[in-house]
């Protein structure tokens, strides 16, 4: 990538896919002053948003199978999961326009004390205005669907901008919703550098700022916005899971590698840290390897590929370095931690990694797993609570007394009971506590958040 333009690559192999070009920093100022323009002049009617989001519903289903393929190209998402994500985007605007049927103010009682008497009250809720989005690279086409849909829903003009090394997926998005009958301007992509990034994220006529990545970009970006702008940050976490009992042991060891191995890990609440009673941790640990020796990676296009390749040679890199580090520090390799080429790695389980590890305290984003024996089950709760990141955890057990209040007593903003920390539907609240996040997403509950309150009283004559 140069000042101006933008080469597009495959995930896998490196070659080129598009050559796009840059948008300069008197082009985002144009962005935004089209935007301003549009929010006051006033949002379609509801019906007419409702009709567009029906066509476009239809329209990115028919090119689901085109879709699925740009995803597992530009994102290096597997093949098989990526149509999985075009069905998911195509169920997301439909979930947005059964929020549109739902939205409306209420009646405030006015007749509670004197001083309100003679009067009624009721409120009307507005679109909130400008909103900016800054995408993430794993998910290209839901991620946008979760940012950009919830404004068109809303009556909002939005501009996103999507990663770097996924942007092929957000304008095919535009083009269909331009060619579903949204008016020009409404919805904007931004291929913009970092600093013109900042620019556009940063200026005072944004209304609402949408961010899904990193913990350390998202809240700089907050500190950053101008006063009066609302936002809601996305970033991961090291998602804990404990194990007591579970009847299914080997339905909960393929669960287990699929959950962390999904996407080749790149997923903000891929299971992390696995919590194993201590006679049963080696075992269990040796399981999950048994399985995870099986996956097949390579390019994602392929329909037999399990894992794909991992987003930059960088992280290749990175998570060598950090696997390294933990078995130095005492972790036991069970399988993997070895580098395939330059955007893939083995499948990975470590057996006690210390908790200092970066694979213990940060978010691995990659294919790796790490298992620890514990002899006291607070203990796990106690590790698993231990990070200033917190977002999705989980426990297994057959025992639902016990499963509660480990759930109970977990620090997540949502806890699986017999299931993985990836479990998520697009009509749940899903967010991050602590350092994982900022406000509430999920696509009715973003849409929320892009409207805003406005109450008339009307004194009685």
């Given amino acids: 990538m140069n000042n101006d333009k933008l080469i597009v690559k495959q995930a896998y192999t490196g070659e080129d896919l598009k050559e796009l070009t840059m948008h300069n920093a008197t082009q985002v100022d144009e962005m935004l002053a089209k935007a301003n323009s549009l929010h006051k002049a006033g949002a379609l009617p509801a019906h007419k948003r409702i009709d567009i989001l029906r066509k476009l519903a239809d329209l990115v289903a028919n090119e689901h199978e085109d879709f699925s393929r740009l995803i597992a190209n530009e994102g290096g998402k597997p093949i098989r999961d990526a149509r999985v994500e075009v069905t998911r985007a195509v169920n997301g605007i439909h979930i947005a326009i059964s929020k549109i049927e739902s939205v409306s103010g209420v009646e405030i009682p006015m007749d509670l004390s004197a001083s309100g008497a003679g009067r009624k009250a009721f409120t009307m809720l507005e679109p909130i205005g400008v909103v900016v989005a800054v995408s993430a690279f794993n998910h290209p086409l839901n991620l946008a669907i979760h940012q950009v849909i919830p404004a068109v829903a809303t009556g909002c003009p939005v501009i996103i901008k999507p990663a770097a090394v996924t942007p092929l997926c957000t304008l095919r998005l535009a083009e269909l919703i331009l060619e579903s009958g949204l008016p020009e301007g409404w919805v904007q992509v931004a291929l913009t550098n970092r600093e013109n990034s900042e620019k556009l994220v940063t200026d005072s006529r944004v209304a609402f700022f949408s961010f899904i990545g990193s913990a350390k970009v998202g809240w700089y970006l907050k500190s950053k916005l101008a006063p009066g702008t609302r936002c809601a940050l ?9 194990f007591d ?124 797993v790490c298992i ?43 806890v699986m009971i017999n299931d993985y920390t990836t479990f998520r539907v697009d009509w749940m609240p899903f967010a991050g506590r602590k350092h994982s996040g900022y ?13 805003e309150h406005k109450m008339i009283v009307i004194k009685q004559q």
């Fill in 439 to 451: 406000g509430i997403g999920g696509i009715g509950y973003t849409m929320d958040d892009m409207l």
């Fill in 245 to 368: 009992s579970c009847e299914d042991e080997d339905g909960f060891v393929n669960g287990v590698v699929k959950a962390s191995m999904y996407h080749s890990g790149q997923v903000c609440v891929s299971v992390q840290r696995v919590y194993v009673p201590k006679d049963r941790a080696s075992e269990i640990a040796q399981k999950i390897a048994d399985i995870a020796n099986e996956q097949i990676v390579g390019d994602a296009i392929n329909d037999d590929s399990d894992l794909g390749p991992l987003i930059l040679p960088k992280e290749t890199d990175r998570i060598e370095a950090w696997v390294n580090e933990a078995v130095a520090e005492g972790a036991k390799v069970i399988t993997g931690a070895k580098r395939i080429n330059n955007v893939s790695y083995e499948p990975t389980v470590l057996l006690n990694p210390s908790k200092n590890s970066k694979v213990s305290t940060q978010e691995i984003f990659g294919p790796v």
């Fill in 372 to 414: 620890y024996d514990y002899e006291d089950i607070n203990d796990a709760i106690k590790d698993a609570n231990s990070l200033d990141v917190s977002f999705q955890a989980a426990v297994f057990s057959d025992d639902v007394n016990l499963a509660m209040d480990v759930a109970k007593k977990l620090e997540a903003s949502a």
């Fill in 234 to 242: 996305e970033h991961g976490g090291v998602a804990p899971l404990i």
